[in-house]
């Protein structure tokens, strides 16, 4: 039985093979992680279901159209989250920690190839610079938890110098 932070790694795993697929950062996505799967017996045939697996699971994703886009990507996490679950059940503690550190650098791959930013609910996530202005007597603000940086108050006449 996995301990829930390698539940939340293989998680992250099935999420990254999701947002991985189509973009620059797959083919060294795909390599690196069919190379996790790469082990047992015969490591080479092992390696190459996985990156047949991963291919037709980059073809699905690219051929969903978007009205199912989300369903499909959520069936992919999902999916290869199971993959990647099993694939660290099935090993002693010293080969776990080992591919444990392996699959938290193929899953960084896809952080650094995003940007590294998220967001969820009403928040907006920016992967760069970002240029906020008040204009026509509008109000601009940008809230960063416990901090907030926007347009000081418009001068009124408690705020003049005489």
């Not at 998680?11 to 996790?36: I, N």
């Not at 978007?66 to 503690?93: C, G, H, I, K, N």
């Not at 906020?132 to 601009?140: E, L, N, P, S, T």
Request: aromatic share 4%; with cysteine; charged share 25%.
């Amino acid at each position: 039985m996995l301990d829930q932070a390698l539940i939340a790694l293989a998680s992250a795993a099935g999420m990254a093979v999701a947002q991985a697929a189509g973009t620059d950062a797959w083919r060294s996505f795909r390599e690196r992680a069919a190379c996790l799967f790469g082990r047992g017996p015969a490591p080479d045939a092992a390696r190459a279901v996985i990156l047949e697996r991963l291919d037709r699971t980059a073809a699905e994703l690219e051929s969903a159209d978007a009205s199912e886009a989300e369903r499909v990507r959520d069936q992919v996490a999902a999916s290869w989250r199971t993959r990647f679950q099993d694939l660290l059940e099935d090993m002693d503690d010293a080969d776990r920690t080992q591919t444990a550190a392996r699959l938290r650098d193929v899953v960084s791959l896809i952080g650094q190839a995003s940007g590294g930013v998220s967001a969820c609910g009403e928040s907006i996530a920016i992967g760069g610079s970002a240029h906020i202005q008040a204009a026509h007597d509008a109000a601009a603000a940008v809230k960063m938890g416990d901090v907030s940086i926007g347009n000081p108050a418009r001068p009124g006449p408690e705020t003049q110098a005489g």
